[in-house]
């Protein structure tokens, strides 16, 4: 079945810094991938949408010069949080659609920003 | 918006059955029924979907209701490990399409 795969799965930096989360698609090409964000004791919230070739679609309230997107090939889309703070620190996660199939999940990185 | 209804949480012996109801009383006619469950501190796991059709496969069954208004996941035989939070989405299952998560059912099977 497809798999999504997500690095790293978890991370510490410093207020201020910038990370940079993979999602990979290995079995499969994937035009639109998706990423999420979970708080603890929350539900999954769609941030973005990250198509291949062209820019990023963000939900309401997303900032897009924090949050930047990079959907560069049909296998790989990348999330940076840049200049990130603690109010950053959640649970991210990816998915994305071999075709018509189901949404499948990467397994989340969780970031801490100290 | 979550399209669903799901009890915030169940309890469930283990080796006994457990049926997860979900409620989507405004579902249309192109979307289906999907369900997915999350382990602590890892992404969703795709357990199975269905349009109108009741569906089974290794992991569990789905039973929608004629008129498509709630359905029903069933564990056969849950397990420790299928202690877990269980969502219901609607989406329309086109190949570009997000799932927007409810708040799910917390499952604990317990020995």
């Known amino acids: 079945g497809a798999v999504v795969s997500q690095h790293p799965s978890w991370v510490i930096c410093k207020s201020g810094t910038s990370v940079k989360i993979e999602c990979r698609s290995l079995?499969?090409?994937?035009?639109?991938m998706f990423w999420y964000r979970q708080f603890p004791k929350q539900s999954l919230m769609l941030m973005a949408t990250?198509?291949?070739?062209?820019?990023?679609?963000?939900e309401q309230g997303v900032e897009k010069d924090k949050f930047l997107i990079n959907h560069a090939s049909l296998t790989l889309s990348t999330l940076t949080v840049t200049s990130a703070h603690p109010e950053d620190s959640s649970f991210y996660i990816c998915?994305?659609?071999?075709?018509?199939?189901?949404?499948?999940f990467g397994n989340g990185t969780r970031l801490t920003v100290t | 918006d979550a399209k669903t209804t799901q009890p915030t949480s169940m309890d469930c012996a283990e080796g006994r059955a457990a049926n997860l109801p979900c409620n989507h009383s405004t579902i249309s006619g192109n979307e289906y029924v999907y369900w997915y469950r999350q382990i602590h501190s890892q992404g969703p796991q795709y357990i199975i979907h269905g349009l109108k059709n009741n569906e089974t496969n290794e992991m569990a069954s789905l039973i929608i209701t004629e008129d498509r208004k709630s359905s029903t996941l069933i564990l056969p035989h849950a397990t420790l490990r299928d202690t877990a939070v269980y969502y219901c989405i609607v989406g329309d299952g086109g190949s570009q399409g997000n799932l927007i998560f409810g708040k799910g059912t917390k499952l604990s099977v317990k020995p």
């Open positions: 079995d499969f090409q994937a035009t639109t």
């Open positions: 990250s198509n291949e070739g062209s820019k990023a679609t963000y």
């Open positions: 998915s994305a659609r071999d075709r018509s199939s189901p949404l499948h």
